[in-house]
Every structure is written in C-alpha cells, then in structure tokens.
C-alpha cells in the first residue's frame, strides 16, 4: 500500500508526505483515532516501520506524527492538554517514533499541537530537544505542525507576538514552520538582535537540506508530466485497494453462525450506510478536501481544519490590517469557479467514476433485497423506520448497516470533530432496535472513523461485524465478507468500551490500576472490585477478531533461562481445527514480575497473522530479543533487568492460551535510545 502511494506521489511531484500517524491512540472519544494504528506501541511501530519503508522507498519522505502523545488529550478534545510523565513519554509513546527512525530512518517528525507540563512540544526544549535528540539520537527534521507556531502566540498566549512565537519555536528545537513560514521569517532579524544564535538556524538548515540531497532533488526537482498519468490508478491497483479493506473488516460476535448468509435468503438492507458511497471513505482523501473548499467557500462556520483555517484567519487579519489582500491560504477557498465547485460537488458521482459500489447494490446482485434506508446519518427523522421495519419483515434476514462519517463538515469524527459520547449517532440506535423487535435476525455492519459502545447490540443482535471506513470498495469488501466470499480474519487494534465511562479502557494498564488486579485474573479486592453500575472489562478486547472457520494453539515452548542481553526464543503451534479456510493471528505478550516500579499487566512483544487451510496447522516462532523488554526502573535508569518474566501466548488480550516463565540472569543492561523495536517471527507450515 505505502509503496503505491509513494510511487504515485512522486509521480506526481510530491517528495514528502506528513505520514505515517504513529500516536498510540488510547481514548476513542478523540477524533483522529481512525487516522492511527491503535493502542498499542509495538503494533503501531511494526505498521509504522513498514509504511515508512514502503514509501521512501519510492523517493518520497516521510515526515512521522505527531510527536508526541498528541493523542493523550484532556477529555479527549484535540489540542487539549497532554497529561502524562517521563516514564509513559518514553516507554509507550515515543517508541514508535524511535522504532521509525532506527529501523525505517525516517527522514522528519511532526512536532504536536499539545502542551506537555505548560509547554507545546515545539517550544519544549526537554521534549523536542532532550529527549528527541539526545536521548532517541533522531537526527532527522522536526517540523511544526499546520499553524503550531501561530497557535503559540494565538492559542497558548505565551508571547506578545507571532514573530517571537517563531523564536520561543526555534529555541525549542522546531525545524521549520508550516504551511506558511511567516514567523520563521523574522528569524534572522532575531540573530541579528543577539536574541537567537546563528548555530541555531545552522542545525536546522542542515536537516533539511541533508533531506533534500538524500531524495535528489537538486539533480532532479521536476516531474515528468507525459508519464504521471499512466502512473495513477489502475485495475491492479483498485483490487488491492479491496483486497486490503476485506483483510481489515472484523468480526465481532457470531452468534449461532448467522453469518455467512446463506444462498437464497432474502437480505433486508437498512440503514443511512446502506447506499452510500461517500460515507465509507475517510477523512484526508479528496472528497474530504473538496467538501472542506466548498463548504469554507460558501462561510460555513463547521470547517475545523485547524492548520488551515487558521493561517486562513491569520492572513485576513493582516488583509484587514494593512488595506492590501494577504493571498496564500486567504484566497485558497475562492480560486475554485463556480462550474469547477457544481461539477465536484456531488461526490457519490465521483466515486462511481473509480467503479466503487454501495453494499445495497452489491447485495442485490447476490440475494432478493428488501431496501430501506430507515434514517439519516444524525437527522432525528424517524419517518423511515416504518418502511425499515416492513423490510426487515418481510425479509429472512436484516443486515443494519450503522456508524458515522468522517471529514470536515457535517461528519462524526474527523480531525477536530471529538466525541463526548460513543453512542450511536442521531436515531441509529432506535432504529437498530427497530428492526430488532420484529424478531428477525439481524446482522449489524459498524463504519466510522470510531468505535461505538454498541452494548445493547451485544445483548441483543446476534451479528456484528466492525467495518470501520473501507474505502471505495467498501461495498464489495463488506458483501464478500457477510456472503462468506471471504473469510474475515480483522483482528481490534484498540479495546472497545461498554461505555464511555470507562475510558480509558485500553488493555496493557499497569498492574493494580485497570480491569484486572494481576496478569488475567478479574479483581477480586474488596477496595478495587470495579465499578457498581457496570462491568469493568472491555466490551470487546485488543486483539479480538473471529472467523467461520475454528483455531486452536497448542505445544508451548520457551527459553527458561535466558541473559539480560540475549535472545528468548519462544513457540508454538496454531491449528485450523474447522472446516474452511481462515486466518488467525498469534500473539505474544510479556509481563516481567521483578520489577520494583509497577509495570503493565501484559504487553504485546510479537505477532504473526498465519492463513491456513481447512486441518492445516504450523509452528510459529518467535525471537524476542531482551532490549525490547526495557524499562524506567525506580532509579529511572531505562533498562533490561535480571527477574522472572511470564510469556503469554494468545489470540487476543483477554485471555492467554498459555504462559510460560523465563527467567532472565545477569547484569543490568542499560538500553535507552538501543532498544529493540522488532520481534522476530517465522512461520513452518506442518503440513
């Protein structure tokens, strides 16, 4: 996937791209989490490691966001204040940024909107320069993110004006300022003035010029424009556009193997995704942006895209100020004619273009389908339901087809759009109980750039596959998967609440401070024993996913004795034990038990997504280098230390198929800025 998109942006003339997103994301309610790779840090380092590969790979360079913990919000809400202490700041947040850089060297790094302890990261000189440089060792660019110095003067109020927000920025350790440097253009008469050291300008002007040469873009700054055509989509292209969202849809709940459909059956389709070709696309993806153009065209006051609007603000204030126009991101919204917005707007007609397909029409070339949307997207309409509930009736099966949307306007989630509440948007939850009480069985398909605490659905549906936003094959996608063309094999890269209340819910919380009071056990203290109006477990946990066909895992092996500086090398076998064909995911976690600092009731160290057919089983290996396990010790030394350490093999976090207990001997090994980011795995089919 990173390797197409980077093929096609160099095509094109894009040479950096401000991706991957590698924030370890941990409350839902926040809007950008659909943008990540989840909860956990070694899973967002392996997908960032390879992402970032894949796409410089191609000559364009990657610039990783957002460091750091941009994710980790007050109340959720983005650009809030970041809570969090050294310990977390390094051990969790910042190794997948570390792991980009020393596995995949990544050639910059975004620096966060968000205050950590008073300071926003670009003028957090312990952030962006101590640990960022001395600690990690990153030698790459640190560039602002959209508007961050403006909001420093603006936003934060820390400084009289713009221009010295670009020196406290500057001072902090940012690179350059983005989309328009207007502050780090002053930076000079700031030398001038004895205020800012010219070494100062000297280290960032290196890094970026460094970049630069690296990707050749003195000796060959242009495209070549007969060939960038031929170089955008294609037919291969868009099978593995579905090939990738089919791999990516889980199955939550399959009660009485209602799913597959079966053939012949008559499929009601309900719901506001039901017939929708934009709503499964997200957020940054071209119908987005022209929603935003021309909705900020016509002044609507619901465009939060925050980089952008504000250098839209800043430079009609200066329009106003100095009587003469500003240009840049002032006039972006009013280059687009009449004609060229009229003939863009309708973005279901723009996608048909791409060949893409609602799941009501792909449904309908496959079962007798009973059709009917039900209710809008957050309307509070309930006008539809009753045609929803005829369908539903007279259909032998109902498949809901439920969530959000994501962009700038009029959408759930999206940058800038938080949650307060993972409910069903609108009516969609009266609507879904609708449909339900007609004693049909209904099989539920959740889309949105979030989750959804769907604990109703839970008790009373008895299907429920996560879509999450499949892109412009959402409809094939999701049809092969509810028909049993594919088989799903989406394992949850986050943990999904039963409320909102909960959060956070995320699976790896210390020992002694989450929904468990040891490694797996439920807690049991009489002080601790959860809450009173709700269960304090997950609805559905990190790693969860189920399928048509059954896995076991069996014959456990593991080192018992292993050097602080070693390797452990673990393993076991994974069995399709049911009648087709199917992926499962092996997962291996970690808990050391002779720490005198409290540590995680489990962490993932490894995992191996195995396809197997019918009967077939395989070994799957693991080599867990010990500089992977450190930690903050009481003395905070970042370090590998002699103790017991369980190894958990398991399908999901929520219950481990075994645990084997290493013991690891010798001396204390001190492994800041040299840890191990990645677990070695390999895979031998036995038959």
Request: hydrophobic share 40%; glycine share 10%.
């Amino acid at each position: 996937m990173a390797q197409i998109i980077g093929q096609e942006s160099r095509a094109v003339g894009i040479n950096s791209a401000m991706s991957p997103v590698i924030d370890v994301s941990r409350d839902p309610r926040w809007g950008r989490t659909y943008e990540t790779f989840g909860e956990d840090p070694y899973l967002i380092s392996q997908m960032g490691i390879k992402y970032i590969r894949g796409m410089q790979s191609q000559g364009v360079a990657c610039i990783a966001k957002h460091f750091l913990g941009y994710a980790e919000t007050q109340g959720g809400l983005n650009v809030a204040a970041t809570r969090m202490n050294d310990r977390e700041l390094y051990e969790v947040f910042a190794t997948p940024f570390e792991a980009a850089d020393k596995e995949a060297h990544v050639s910059g790094m975004m620096a966060s909107y968000s205050e950590i302890d008073g300071m926003p990261v670009g003028t957090n000189k312990k952030i962006a320069r101590e640990l960022l440089r001395d600690t990690m060792g990153f030698e790459g660019m640190l560039t602002s993110d959209g508007a961050a110095v403006w909001k420093i003067y603006d936003y934060f109020k820390l400084t009289n004006t713009y221009e010295e927000a670009g020196l406290l920025a500057k001072k902090g350790g940012l690179d350059t300022e983005i989309p328009v440097g207007n502050a780090f253009r002053a930076l000079p008469d700031f030398v001038r003035a004895g205020r800012l050291e010219e070494a100062l300008l000297d280290e960032s002007v290196r890094r970026i010029l460094t970049i630069k040469f690296e990707y050749g873009l003195f000796e060959n700054p242009y495209v070549d424009e007969e060939k960038a055509a031929i170089s955008m989509g294609n037919a291969e292209k868009q099978a593995l556009s579905g090939e990738i969202a089919q791999k990516s849809i889980t199955l939550l709940k399959n009660e009485g193997q209602i799913l597959p459909l079966k053939p012949g059956m008559k499929v009601a389709v309900i719901g506001p995704h039901a017939d929708s070709l934009r709503y499964p696309v997200s957020g940054y993806t071209y119908p987005a942006y022209i929603e935003m153009l021309d909705a900020s065209r016509k002044g609507s006051s619901q465009v939060t895209f925050q980089g952008i609007i504000d250098e839209e603000k800043k430079a009609r204030d200066e329009e106003k100020k100095n009587k003469k126009p500003a240009g840049g991101f002032a006039t972006m919204f009013d280059m687009f004619s009449e004609d060229m917005i009229n003939g863009l707007e309708d973005m279901n007609q723009v996608l048909r273009s791409l060949e893409s397909r609602s799941l009501r029409q792909v449904l309908e070339d496959r079962f007798e389908v009973n059709y009917a949307q039900g209710c809008a997207l957050t309307d509070p309409c309930e006008d539809g339901f009753e045609e929803a509930v005829e369908a539903a009736r007279n259909s032998d099966v109902a498949v809901v087809a439920l969530g959000g949307n994501c962009g700038w306007v009029n959408v759930t989630g999206g940058e800038g759009k938080d949650r307060c509440r993972l409910d069903l948007p609108g009516v969609q939850q009266r609507l879904l109980e609708a449909v339900a009480g007609t004693g049909k069985p209904v099989v539920l398909v959740l889309y949105g750039p979030g989750c959804f605490a769907a604990s109703w659905a839970d008790s009373h549906v008895p299907a429920i596959v996560q879509a999450w936003l499949p892109g412009p094959y959402a409809g094939k996608a999701v049809a092969n998967v509810l028909d049993g063309t594919v088989n799903p094999g989406g394992k949850l890269p986050i943990s999904i609440p039963r409320s909102v209340g909960q959060i956070p819910v995320y699976y790896n919380h210390k020992v002694g401070s989450g929904y468990t009071s040891g490694r797996d056990e439920a807690s049991t203290a009489i002080f601790t024993g959860g809450y009173v109006d709700e269960d304090n477990t997950p609805l559905y946990y990190f790693g969860h996913g189920l399928s048509y066909t059954s896995f076991e895992l069996k014959d456990f092996t593991a080192d018992n004795r292993v050097s602080t500086d070693g390797v452990i090398h673990a393993s076991c076998v994974v069995e399709n034990t049911g009648s087709r064909e199917g992926d499962e995911v092996v997962q291996l976690y970690f808990h050391f038990k002779d720490a005198h600092v409290t540590r995680p009731n489990k962490q993932l160290a490894g995992f191996a997504r195995v396809h197997l057919e019918a009967g077939q089983k395989a070994r799957v290996s693991f080599e867990l280098n010990t500089a992977q396990l450190g930690y903050y010790n009481e003395d905070m030394e970042f370090a590998v230390e002699p103790g017991r350490l369980d190894l958990m093999f398991a399908v999901s976090a929520r219950k481990s198929e075994d645990i084997e207990e290493v013991r690891l001997v010798g001396e204390k090994v001190l492994v800041a800025g040299k840890r191990a980011y990645t677990c070695g795995v390999e895979v031998a089919r036995l038959w």
